[in-house]
T-cell receptor, first 110, second 113 residues
Framework: AQKITQTQPGMFVQEKEAVTLDCTYD???????LFWYKQPSSGEMIFLIY??????QNATEGRYSLNFQKARKSANLVISASQLGDSAMYFC???????FGTGTRLKVLA | SAVISQKPSRDICQRGTSLTIQCQVD?????MFWYRQQPGQSLTLIAT?????????ESGFVIDKFPISRPNLTFSTLTVSNMSPEDSSIYLC??????????FGPGTRLTVT
């Protein structure tokens, strides 16, 4: 069975600062993937970043990076230089089951 | 990439009735997923639908309540049967394409009165 846990229901960050959103997981699958999605108030799901369980390096996509610590079973999302438009719900998800965590609501303050 | 459309975009239904939600993809995909999302909450996986085989349902979801069809590689339907107010939610169709990309439809907002 797979399980995803996000322990931060809400986070605040000052504009231009970096923020880390936590995600831990549990799985018995030797091969899996970890994803982060952004869901703004409009409701659309926006893919941000992916990390494969066998990837040696942490994934990066522009201002997004994934801090993957396999031994600790964590896959935290780091957003650098936060922007007001980053205010949204953020979900961590996992394959092959494609299940989602409970989400973290991020608010960027001007 | 994959572009997904869902019909209807929203509906208001009376309890005891059924609603069928359609999901159309602009390319052939192997795996399709149906999720439910209550307002302000996470996505809960209802079932995974692969073409040519029976859908696989997650714990708490049964075929009699949420029958799914997957007649080809670009189309699927989810029926919400014998609805109650607890079924009010956003229903999302999703597909995987390529190595890992997962794409989502715009959702169907269902209100049961």
């Amino acid at each position: 069975a797979q399980k995803i846990t996000q322990t931060q229901p809400g986070m605040f960050v000052q504009e231009k600062e970096a923020v880390t959103l936590d995600c831990t997981y549990d799985t018995s699958d030797p091969s899996y993937g970890l994803f982060w999605y952004k869901q703004p108030s409009s409701g659309e799901m926006i893919f941000l970043i992916y990390q494969g369980s066998y990837d040696q390096q942490n994934a990066t996509e522009g201002r997004y990076s994934l801090n993957f610590q396999k031994a600790r079973k964590s896959a935290n999302l780091v957003i650098s230089a936060s922007q007001l438009g980053d205010s949204a719900m953020y979900f961590c998800a996992m394959s092959p089951k494609y299940i989602f965590g409970t989400g973290t609501r991020l608010k960027v303050l001007a | 990439s994959a572009v997904i459309s869902q019909k209807p975009s929203r509906d208001i239904c009376q309890r005891g009735t059924s609603l069928t939600i359609q999901c159309q993809v602009d390319s052939q995909v192997t795996m399709m997923f149906w999720y439910r999302q209550q307002p302000g909450q996470s996505l809960t996986l209802i079932a995974t639908a692969n073409q040519g085989s029976e859908a696989t349902y997650e714990s708490g979801f049964v075929i009699d309540k949420f029958p799914i069809s997957r007649p080809n590689l670009t189309f699927s339907t989810l029926t919400v049967s014998n609805m109650s107010p607890e079924d009010s939610s956003i229903y999302l169709c999703s597909v995987t394409s390529g190595v890992y990309e997962q794409y989502f439809g715009p959702g169907t907002r269902l209100t049961v009165t």
